[in-house]
């Protein structure tokens, strides 16, 4: 009976020593963190979409406090998040003009053919390693969806064979723009209603053998562009939507109705 309760009491006597310790250390090597960054974290919207530049909500939240982050990088939380984040960092959040995912490829169904037929896995990324794709324009949207996989929101989906973003429930995340292996998904203003739906750079000739929906760098729409805001570069219009009125000429002009005004 002695023995046990000597064990007993060895084992308790550790336990207040262990215990004693731990609470030590835990003041010692305590880390104290800024209220201010839990609050953040409750008006993020928790998508940790990445949309802001950091790695989620928790991310963006710390680099407000810690290293002055820009409180209206939230693009899903929009006016509202910044607003509320600049209550808490005693701050007056800079109004950010709205932008857009725009999917910069016309090539539908009908309208852009095929090199071979593909059988393999229903991912872009897949697809694009197999000889750039099944699609003969080397720079079309393939139509796998691995943009909509990776949408939280719901805004972009697969029509007549290419990716369409509905720009009402867009919060321009950037989720698609990042995973689109071609590069054709881009995240623009959203008041720039006027755009280049596509981004072969190939000569007219040669682009007409396979889409009929492809710039041929005519220059009709530089010519005719009243603010200069539109070039042809490399066989591609390009538009400078620091200059851009949005007035709709050039895709009122454009032969190839390439250029359109959403």
Known sequence: MNSIVSAVL????????????????????????D?????IEEILPGANCGGCGYAGCSAYAKAVVEDGAPINCCSVGKE???DAIGEIMGKKAEKQE???????CGGTCEKAKNKYEY????DCAAA???????KACTEGCLGFGTCT????????SIVDGIAAVDEEKCTACGMCEKACPKHIIEIIPKNKKVSVICRNRNKGQEVNKYCSAGCIACKICEKN????AITVEDNLAVIDYNKCKSCGICAAKCPKGVIKKI
Request: glycine share 12%; net charge positive.
């Open 225 to 228: 562009c009243p603010f200069e």
């Open 149 to 156: 996989k990776v949408c939280n929101f719901g805004a972009i």
């Open 35 to 39: 209220e201010r960054i839990g609050k």
């Open 128 to 134: 694009a390693r197999l000889a750039g794709g099944p």
């Open 80 to 82: 509202t998040a910044a």
């Open 10 to 33: 060895t084992v308790g006597i550790i336990g207040l020593v262990f215990g004693c310790l731990l609470a030590y250390a835990s003041v010692i090597f305590r880390v104290d963190v």
């Open 98 to 104: 709205p932008k857009t995912a725009r999917v910069m």
């Open 119 to 122: 059988f393999g896995v229903e």
